[in-house]
């Protein structure tokens, strides 16, 4: 199956990737494929392998099949610490902060990937991310849901990542919050210096964030839609499975 897209000087080509747990299978063959600064959305309910996906992505989990390519090279086999390396960051779901650490040793955790010196790094993510100043001093584990997912955005990209792979980033979230990371991925964006693909459940978000979205069912990419066709609540329950 060839989607859009998949044409050569791709970030990330995804093909024929097949993975599970143990004898469980999730993934039944995927495709896709990302461009440098492109911002890509994945869609489905539980259940249909969009977590699966990323950790198979980032090395967590093994492929059993298939191929991926990032930047021209082959990562199928490569460790998840190979690949963050080469560029690739993750931000998993349930954020895995070190709550016992303040804000300003996991963002000093975050730089052991970054070529920048440390004091810098973290001053440039700090303007991206103003609310968390005056929290450098609390530990992980005594921030709010929203204040830790902000934190674990802050600590990936203080690896300088070229490829973000976020997992359910509003999950348990307030709105004000999820409106700051909104605003945050959307200057990202428009710099062009990240690209990303996003897995979600959150309608809204998914749609202001996203230049396509591909809709994942039974551990496959079954179509790419426009974040304006999200808003359309019979696609939806057509496609994905989900109440608009």
Do not use: W
Request: one cysteine or more.
């Amino acid at each position: 199956m060839t989607l859009p897209g998949e044409a050569g000087g791709m970030m990330l080509q995804v093909e024929a990737l097949r993975s599970g747990y143990g004898r469980i299978p999730i993934l039944a063959g995927v495709n896709f494929a990302v461009a440098p600064g492109e911002f890509v959305g994945i869609l489905g309910h539980n259940g249909m392998g969009k977590s699966t996906l990323l950790r198979t992505l980032m090395g967590y989990l093994p492929a059993t099949g298939g191929r991926v390519t990032f930047e021209g090279r082959d990562v199928t086999r490569l460790s998840p610490t190979a690949r963050a390396r080469l560029g690739i960051g993750y931000v998993p779901q349930g954020r895995q902060i070190f709550p016992a650490l303040s804000v300003q040793e996991n963002l000093r955790m975050g730089c052991l990937l970054s070529k920048q010196p440390e004091r810098r790094t973290i001053e440039g993510v700090l303007e991206m991310f103003p609310r968390l100043r005056r929290l450098l001093d609390r530990t992980g584990g005594a921030l709010s849901g929203g204040e830790q997912q902000l934190l674990a955005l802050a600590r990936c990209l203080c690896g300088a990542p070229r490829l973000m792979l976020l997992d359910e980033p509003t999950e348990g979230i307030q709105p004000s919050i999820i409106d700051e990371i909104i605003e945050t991925l959307q200057a990202l964006s428009r710099g062009g210096t990240v690209t990303v693909v996003l897995v979600e459940q959150n309608l809204k978000f998914i749609a202001e964030l996203s230049q396509r979205i591909l809709i994942i069912q039974k551990g496959a990419i079954t179509r790419e839609t426009s974040p304006e066709a999200v808003q359309d609540p019979a696609l939806i329950a057509e496609f994905v499975g989900m109440a608009a």
